[in-house]
């Protein structure tokens, strides 16, 4: 890691320029040589701080991964249980489908597909910096509300898995194959508020 300001400067903006190249190119075309080009300086550089071109890619990953995570505050944190759960839910669901729609996450997520057969380490990498983190925030908020006899979700990690399919995988895969998030005529935000509910359905409290 650079000790120094204009250290971490510099090393901020390989990301950023790897980001692009990777991007651009696709992990097979890209080198390390395009990326210096565009910020100036030198490989030894890249290899000191990144190691390779694979550690570059996977450092790159990662911090996107944590730009995401960083953007995504849970909106439940510090709430009293069973406040406006339907609608904190539905803020996070919002939150959620916005940043993962965004067409440089899209890209971002084809490029680590593409590249998940020959680097399964990378996947592993992009799957801890980036979904994990945000599964632990949902997670930590269902597990409030459980302890606190609001809702019924005795395994929150699984309800929170349960959440962000139910809001975030039909739009995804169609945004990742090249189509509109929602078929024409249907509205996004009618198909979080419909997967918010259809969710608290499941792990009301009865009676």
């Not at 100036?40 to 996107?64: C, D, N, P, R």
């Not at 302890?147 to 959440?163: I, N, T």
Request: glycine fraction near 10%.
């Amino acid at each position: 890691m650079p000790a120094t300001r204009r250290g971490e400067l510099r090393r901020a903006a390989l990301l950023d320029a790897a980001r692009d190249v990777f991007l651009e190119q696709g992990y097979a075309r890209a080198s390390i040589d395009e990326v210096v080009q565009r910020v100036g300086g030198s490989k030894a550089t890249v290899y000191q701080y990144f190691g390779s071109k694979e550690g570059l890619f996977g450092e790159m990953i990662a911090h996107q991964c944590q730009q995401l995570i960083d953007s995504a505050e849970f909106p439940g944190r510090g709430s009293a249980p069973g406040a406006d759960i339907e609608q904190v839910l539905l803020q996070f669901a919002r939150r959620v489908v916005q940043l993962f729609l965004a067409p440089g996450r899209i890209a971002m997520h084809r490029a680590m597909i593409a590249e998940a057969g020959r680097f399964p380490e990378l996947a592993e990498r992009f799957y801890d910096a980036g979904p994990k983190r945000g599964l632990a925030l949902l997670s930590g908020y269902l597990r409030g509300q459980h302890e606190a006899g609001v809702l019924d979700c005795p395994k929150p990690d699984w309800s929170a898995v349960q959440f962000m399919n139910l809001v975030r995988t039909y739009p995804m895969f169609r945004a990742l194959h090249g189509m509109q998030p929602m078929p024409e005529g249907d509205d996004l935000d009618e198909f979080l508020q419909h997967a918010v509910r259809l969710f608290l359905n499941g792990c009301r409290i009865q009676g």
